[in-house]
């Protein structure tokens, strides 16, 4: 996967206990603690961490692993190469010692949803196995660039033209997994990774489909009662109600996204999130702030966000990619007619391959669908040159049998 220093979601051992439900990525308070367990934890945080037993090995007798990309609570993921062919890879591992009620099938869920997803903007998994330890691992594709919620912390706002283009490839790889029977549950910035490479700007894979949530048949629920699946900000109000997730639909994650694009353009959520009760009780009781409440008083996208962050989930866009639809009839003029706001009246940056993935009608077409350029037009002078050397080729022939007749 990416290279990303941040630790990676779990579902399991990243919730905490707040006030009664737990929320995915919200921390505990810190319990108070005596002077001697200060010492004691300042001294075991001076120490040196122990060897990672994974680095070095070779997973599979194929994939060496090479360095840490990043440590979540129940799995790890490392940088490695597939021996012979040198191919860089990213492993996904769930260590023996590790797992935990759930989490196997979890692990396996998300094996099975990222095989199933044929989508440019989906990583795509290579491998999948059991060692003879007991551990698992998952062979990835290796992303590199950057989360999204690293460059929000960086720029804080994008320009509405490359905002626009992460929404229609997010939007693009949720419409498939929907089609699929897929609901992703944890829609986030950290969760939209940025690719960037020598060819590639911004081209977008989403990322962490380990809890996503399979709509079209009945599963087992992997989490406990009480547990709220998501992260505060981009928490649709039927997932906070639902606890499991049991009532989840795609209309769940068009409110993620739509949350996400508020963020993207305004640099604030529908609901503050310094109290996460708190927030809860916004969520399900007060109506999510709108752009201009915001500082973005733009023509129409009111109610574009109204609906896409609509309490009743049959009252918002049938799909994401109709909200994104939306918003560019309303922000992609106002991007090329010099709009007041900087952000808005940006330019857009020039169109790159990604672009060109991001737009096409088959999603999952190969690099070879993409249609070379067309062939420039062809002069009026050059479209008849071949009448006129014909022309002149009967002259020439009339002329010499006149001269041999004569002769």
């Known amino acids: 996967m ?38 004691l934890l300042e001294r075991v945080s001076q120490s040196p961490p122990a060897a990672d037993p994974w ?17 979540g609570g129940m799995s790890r993921i490392y940088a490695a190469e597939q021996i012979g062919l040198g191919a860089q890879v990213a492993i996904k591992v769930l260590p023996a010692d590790r797992i935990s009620a759930g989490g196997v099938e979890r692990f396996r869920r998300e094996a099975r949803a ?39 912390a ?17 939007a693009n790889a949720l419409d498939v997994a929907h089609a699929q029977g897929f609901v992703h549950r944890d829609l986030k910035p950290e969760n939209v990774f940025l690719v960037t490479d020598l060819v590639y700007e911004d081209f977008v894979k989403v990322l962490d489909f380990g ?56 640099g604030e959520l529908p609901h503050p999130t310094d109290r996460p009760m708190r927030m809860l009780e916004r969520l399900v009781s007060e109506p999510p702030r709108s752009p201009s409440e915001l500082g973005l008083p733009v023509p129409g996208l009111d109610e574009v966000f109204a609906k896409g962050l609509a309490r009743d989930p049959e009252a918002r866009f049938q799909s994401a990619g109709e909200l994104v639809d939306a918003l560019e009839a309303v922000l992609a003029p106002r991007a090329t007619d010099g709009a007041s706001r900087g952000f808005l009246a940006a330019a857009a940056a020039p169109p790159t391959p990604a672009d060109a993935r991001a737009h096409l009608e088959t999603l999952d077409a190969p690099r070879e669908a993409f249609e070379r350029p067309a062939d420039p037009p062809v002069s009026s002078r050059r479209r008849w040159w071949p009448v006129g050397a014909f022309a002149f080729g009967l002259a020439l022939g009339a002329a010499l049998g006149y001269l041999a007749g004569a002769v």
């Open 2 to 39: 990416g290279e990303r220093h941040e630790a990676a979601p779990d579902v399991d051992d990243d919730r905490a206990e707040v006030a009664g439900p737990r929320i995915s990525g919200m921390a505990p308070a810190r319990p108070r603690r005596d002077r001697g367990v200060e010492d």
């Open 211 to 266: 809890i996503a949530k399979e709509v079209l048949r009945p599963s087992g629920s992997l989490t406990g009662a009480g547990t709220i699946l998501g992260t505060p900000g981009f928490l649709p109000p039927e997932q906070a109600l639902s606890g499991d997730g049991a009532v989840v639909t795609p209309a769940s994650d068009v409110y993620s996204l739509c949350a996400m694009a508020l963020e993207l353009l305004t």
């Open 114 to 152: 990222s095989v199933r997803l044929r989508s440019p903007h989906l990583p795509t998994v290579l491998d999948f196995g059991q060692l003879p330890d007991d551990s698992f691992f998952m062979v990835m594709e290796r992303l590199l660039g950057e989360d999204l919620a690293q460059r929000l």
């Open 154 to 170: 960086r720029e804080r706002l994008l320009p509405a033209p490359r905002a626009l283009r992460v929404l229609r490839q997010v």
């Open 55 to 71: 680095l070095g090995r070779t997973v599979a007798d194929r994939y060496r692993v090479l360095s840490v990309l990043a440590d």
